[in-house]
């Protein structure tokens, strides 16, 4: 039985329908994402189920006593209280209490800690356990990756993954898709279509389905054309015996007229200005900084250096320093000890997470334009309206206050302030929240292409890997730079944690001996000349379960997130073992050449 039911809903704010006649089922166990451009209406159609907004038309059917818990994608600017005080009012059971200390700590929240305090990403984490609090049998979530780090974004999709809720979830985080999405829900147009299978699936058949569509479309409007030529030709046309062709037209040029087509794609331009910095854009030695009050520094002893052209993904989690160590760069703080220098004709331009740059009060031209009719844009003077439209602002939502937006919509109000004047060195902070996915990858090309320096702190595994050409991991307070996008840090980080494994049982296995004045490194030892013989064999077997489970994942239907979770596993396995085999054969080397 379905725990939700949405028959011919509709919701309009005026214009167009958002959602036209829109139904769907949310079956227990559902993990279902919600996909399409900002602005079709996923959020909206998340409100409508939560019940927090009445469609125009339609019902919504829910089952008895079925309780609905829903997470927004905005992250409050002020609420009052502690972690543990905000969760345990969530909680609808006072007897229940104890509910608020289970979630801080499966959430890894501290509970005495006040909300108003804490990182973007840590406010999400009480946001979402303020929704798992009343223990729902539906989850809604709106954009839940935005603002966490890596960790916790893949704590909740193994979370999800297992659940015993129906959950229903919009997002951009593609990684993510891939991990939990058991089937889509996608709005196109107004028009919701259901899809059982997983996200890369989908988007294979959508295509597919799209250059169909433009076929289709494509005869149709040869079709009309021809029609409209005999219409044309005279009153000849007009007699009685083709009184049913013209008909026929008049139907097709309704159909026309009511075809509703896709949106046009974002036009993102990326330049410079300012000209070329130095070779060294920014340098820092032993530099340490730590907030007042606070018990430990959240930075220490770093030293680094940026040079030109360098596109650096910085890393880490929540409460890090990451949006710190990009403070230190642009100046806006001092660090307590060492030294820090930028280059020369260093011009930087700052993409800020929490959308600090917008007046909310504003419209969306006079945050962009400040209340002139013309910009320049890469030296050339474009219409205001024109140079939003490339952002997909119609004239009438160019002319709609900020606080009206979605969060997609901010986002890309942000970038095109941020693109009139992008300087020499890009500084974006979580410049992927909110964005649709055909946006940012837009996006990703762009920066791809950015001739300055970027700096970028962001959370989203692909958007680095398509991006980053270095990045700053951020431990304990301590900055290492890995080369690479997220993937190349990701394998380093396991092959290390696979050689530490592997080093573990050895040193265990090891007793004390007699101190003896040869050593006897000059020879193998016994466990060590039967990994040489049997580690080719385990590493090929690997291989091959690697190949399988691949092989696996790209079937339709197939079960992503615990072939997933096995893959990883299993790959892990793989370069621990080459890692071990490597060691003994450089070793067995070493002692036949007598080294």
Not at 12 to 17: K, R, S, T
Not at 68 to 77: G, I, N
Not at 193 to 208: Q, V
Request: with cysteine; aromatic share 6%; charged share 25%.
């Amino acid at each position: 039985m379905a725990l939700i039911t949405l028959h011919q809903v509709t919701v309009g704010f005026g214009n167009a329908p958002v959602l036209e006649n829109l139904s769907l089922s949310v079956e227990p166990g559902a993990r279902a994402c919600v996909t399409g451009r900002n602005g079709e209406g996923k959020s909206t159609l998340l409100k409508v189920i939560a019940g927090i907004l009445e469609p125009d038309s339609g019902e919504v059917l829910k089952a008895p006593s079925v309780r609905v818990a829903y997470l927004p994608q905005d992250v409050p600017a002020d609420r009052p209280g502690t972690v543990r005080e905000i969760l345990a009012a969530a909680v609808a059971d006072p007897a229940r209490a104890h509910v608020a200390d289970a979630l801080c700590s499966r959430l890894g929240l501290a509970p005495g800690a006040v909300f108003n305090a804490l990182s973007g990403g840590l406010r999400r984490r009480v946001l979402l356990g303020c929704a798992l609090a009343s223990e729902p049998q539906v989850l809604l979530l709106d954009e839940p990756t935005n603002h966490l780090d890596i960790a916790s974004i893949r704590w909740l999709e193994r979370f999800l993954s297992t659940a015993p809720f129906a959950c229903l979830f919009v997002t951009h985080d593609r990684a993510f898709l891939r991990a939990v999405a058991r089937s889509v829900f996608d709005l196109d147009r107004g028009v919701l279509s259901g899809w059982d299978c997983d996200y890369p699936t989908f988007l294979r058949r959508k295509a597919e389905l799209l250059a169909d569509e433009a076929v289709y479309w494509e005869k149709k409007s040869k079709k009309l054309s021809e029609e409209e030529a005999w219409l044309r030709r005279g009153v000849k046309a007009r007699t009685c015996r083709n009184e049913g062709r013209v008909a026929a037209l008049m139907k097709l040029r309704q159909e026309f007229a009511q075809r509703r087509t896709q949106g046009g794609k974002a036009s993102l331009s990326l330049g410079t200005e300012g000209g070329r910095t130095g070779d060294l854009v920014y340098r820092c030695e032993g530099v340490s900084f730590a907030y007042p009050g606070a018990a430990e520094p959240t930075l220490r002893n770093v030293s680094l250096r940026i040079l030109r052209g360098e596109r650096v993904g910085i890393l880490g989690e929540n409460g890090a320093g990451k949006t710190t160590l990009l403070r230190l760069i642009l100046g806006q703080l001092t660090p307590q000890s060492g030294t820090q220098q930028l280059g020369a004709n260093v011009q930087p331009a700052f993409f800020d997470q929490l959308r600090g740059a917008l007046n909310p009060e504003a419209t969306v031209m006079e945050n962009v334009a400040e209340g002139k009719e013309f910009v320049l844009v890469g030296g050339v003077r474009k219409h205001i309206y024109g140079y939003l439209g490339d952002f997909l602002f119609t004239p009438e939502r160019a002319r709609t206050p900020v606080k009206a937006l979605s969060g997609g919509e901010r986002a890309r109000l942000l970038l095109a302030r941020l693109f009139l004047n992008p300087g020499n060195v890009l500084v974006m902070d979580e410049p992927t929240n909110d964005l649709d996915i055909e946006t940012l990858e837009l996006l990703e090309e762009e920066l791809a292409n950015y001739s300055g320096t970027l700096l970028l702190v962001s959370h989203d595994r692909d958007f680095i890997d398509h991006v980053a050409t270095s990045v700053l991991a951020i431990e304990a307070g301590q900055v290492t730079a890995y080369p690479g996008g997220y993937s190349d840090y990701e394998a380093v980080k396991a092959r290390q944690a696979a050689a530490q494994d592997a080093a573990a049982p050895a040193q265990a296995d090891q007793k004390p001996v007699p101190v003896r004045r040869s050593n006897r490194s000059d020879r193998l030892s016994y466990k060590e000349q039967q990994q040489l013989k049997t580690l080719p064999d385990v590493i090929d077997a690997l291989e091959r379960q690697v190949a399988e489970l691949n092989e696996a994942l790209s079937r339709p239907g197939a079960d992503y997130a615990g072939l997933s979770t096995q893959l990883s596993a299993t790959q892990a396995e793989l370069d621990a073992a080459f890692e071990t085999y490597c060691a003994v054969e450089e070793k067995a080397a070493r002692i036949a050449s007598g080294g």
